[in-house]
């Protein structure tokens, strides 16, 4: 992710964050203890929306390649993106 901001040369957003293999953190308080050294160095700047209740995470897919990959499914499934693709295909 580093590589990817320092290449984009700007701030990226997100609507959660959560540390590697676990939840989605419930709320700024909890992103704020996960992430205390990002944010004490600067790193990330932590905005409070509220939070958004329960709903699923966003589904991933990573397209930096010829040919995409979901990286995690979330609320769109596999089988909606594939649906979906066929419409946009050429």
């Known amino acids: 992710m580093a590589r990817l901001i320092a290449g984009l040369g700007e701030p990226v957003t997100s609507t959660s964050a959560n540390l590697p293999g676990q939840a989605p953190a419930p709320g700024a308080a909890a992103i704020e ?40 499914e979330g609320a769109i499934t596999l089988a909606e993106l594939r649906r979906a693709v066929g419409h946009l295909a050429p």
């Open 33 to 72: 203890r996960d992430f205390a050294p990002a944010i004490a160095d600067g790193r990330l700047l932590v905005l409070d929306g509220g939070v958004l209740g329960n709903s699923p995470p966003s589904t991933v897919v990573d397209c930096s390649r010829p040919r995409p990959r979901l990286v995690r």
